[in-house]
């Protein structure tokens, strides 16, 4: 897992493993807890054959919010403009 990676490197080496957010493309360096503590999360998930799978991209924690009806967290950019996720957003209507 490459946040993982990225975190032991941060802590065990002179190294400075960072990512960038996809929304706001600020740098973020990656540390340990940091996942587990909403500092970034992970996003644009995807199947890599049989069960696995992997996001694509990294959030910031600034940059996420949650929908208004069901509590999913997900990227500002993923919300209508009434803060619903796309699945709340179909069911409204």
Do not use: Q
């Not at 199947?47 to 997900?74: N, Q």
């Amino acid at each position: 897992h490459v946040v993982m990676v990225g975190e032991w490197l941060n802590k065990n080496t002179i190294m400075s493993a960072e990512i960038k957010c996809k929304e706001c493309e600020r740098k973020i360096v990656l540390f340990d807890g940091g996942l587990a503590n909403g500092f970034y999360e992970l996003t644009d998930w995807h199947g890599c054959g049989g069960i696995a799978v992997e996001p694509d991209t990294f959030v910031c924690g600034d940059c996420m919010t949650s929908c208004d009806k069901c509590g999913t967290r997900l990227p500002a950019s993923e919300l209508n403009e009434g803060c619903l996720c796309e699945y709340c957003k179909d069911e409204v209507k």
